[in-house]
């Protein structure tokens, strides 16, 4: 393992999970099973590095399973929505970051799945601790790569296509794995899109403000059992990225502005149509 100057440093790592508490990832496990590992693999981790120093949070996004009693009996902090329903991964990051980044030096988030390994986040917790302020993943051949190759296809196309128009400067804006300055991470996340778009949302603003990102290869393992629906969230992420652009224009000309009101419609339209499948 890399070495870490982590003296008298905080982190918390952020497990946004939806459904978790019920979700099989392998073939013969038990429901949960995969949620308590990755729980119990990056806790592990942090206190290896930090002691009590760090923790691992789970955002609870409105599970209607035993998400929350999973997380809380595996001895973990977990924070949920006011109104305790489903809002998406960007508006549960977008709380955990504004709740508690004023209480480390570094915070992140990853995938509640356990996708990205602990070795991964040593690698870009070592990057904030060394003076930037952020520090993302990314998923592609060489030193890091997909796990699966079709997704790696779609994954690519909608990159490059939601790049057009919300360009973020870096691979790949919607790995799930990020950690973050304390001091920005709550900037950044202001205002997100409630759903995929948050993460593109965050580093685009990176970009605008000129902060400091560097990027980390990372090999993921997929797990089965995903909430993602690949049609209606790519949807919604194209839309979204559609407003990102209009919001970040500086005095779009009118008709500019007619163009995009209209793409960002044909897509709700869309994702309508997908969700009454």
Same mark, same amino acid.
């Given at each position: 393992m890399n070495t870490l100057d982590i003296t008298n440093s905080q982190a918390i790592l952020l497990l946004p999970a939806y459904n978790e508490g019920s979700r099989i990832g392998?073939?013969?496990?038990?429901?949960?099973?995969?949620?308590?590992?990755?729980?119990?693999?990056?806790?592990?981790?942090? /206190?290896? /590095?930090?002691?009590?120093?760090?923790?691992?949070?789970?955002?609870?996004d409105g599970s209607t399973d035993n998400t929350?009693?999973?997380?809380?009996?595996?001895?973990?902090?977990?924070?949920?929505?006011?109104d305790g329903l489903n809002h998406g991964r960007g508006a549960a990051l977008t709380n955990g970051f504004s709740a508690l980044s004023s209480q480390t030096e570094a915070i992140g988030y990853t995938d509640a799945d356990g996708s990205y390994d602990y070795e991964t986040q040593r690698q870009l917790m070592a990057e904030i601790f060394e003076g930037s302020d952020a520090a993302v993943?990314?998923?592609? %051949?060489?030193?890091?790569?997909?796990?699966?190759?079709?997704?790696?296809?779609?994954?690519?196309?909608?990159?490059?296509?939601c790049s057009l128009v919300a360009p973020t400067g870096i691979k790949d804006p919607q790995a799930g794995a990020k950690w973050f300055n304390g001091d920005v991470a709550a900037d950044l996340w202001?205002?997100?899109p409630e759903g995929w778009a948050a993460d593109r949302y965050a580093m685009n603003r990176?970009?605008?403000?000129?902060?400091?990102?560097?990027?980390?290869?990372?090999?993921?393992? %997929?797990?089965?059992?995903?909430?993602? /629906?690949?049609?209606?969230?790519?949807l919604i992420m194209m839309?979204?990225?559609?407003v990102i652009?209009?919001?970040?224009?500086?005095?779009?000309?009118?008709?500019?502005?007619s163009a995009t009101n209209t793409a960002i419609s044909s897509f709700d339209r869309a994702v309508d149509i997908v969700k009454r499948r």
């Open positions: 392998q073939p013969g496990e038990q429901p949960g099973d995969t949620f308590k590992r990755a729980i119990d693999h990056y806790q592990t981790g942090l /206190d290896s /590095d930090f002691g009590s120093a760090a923790e691992v949070v789970v955002i609870n929350k009693e999973v997380a809380t009996n595996m001895g973990v902090r977990v924070l949920e929505h006011a993943a990314f998923r592609a %051949s060489g030193e890091g790569q997909h796990a699966n190759f079709l997704r790696k296809i779609a994954h690519t196309a909608l990159n490059r296509t202001q205002d997100a990176a970009l605008r403000h000129g902060l400091i990102v560097r990027e980390v290869g990372a090999l993921i393992v %997929s797990a089965e059992g995903s909430s993602v /629906d690949d049609v209606k969230d790519a839309r979204d990225s559609l652009n209009l919001q970040n224009a500086k005095n779009p000309s009118a008709i500019r502005q």
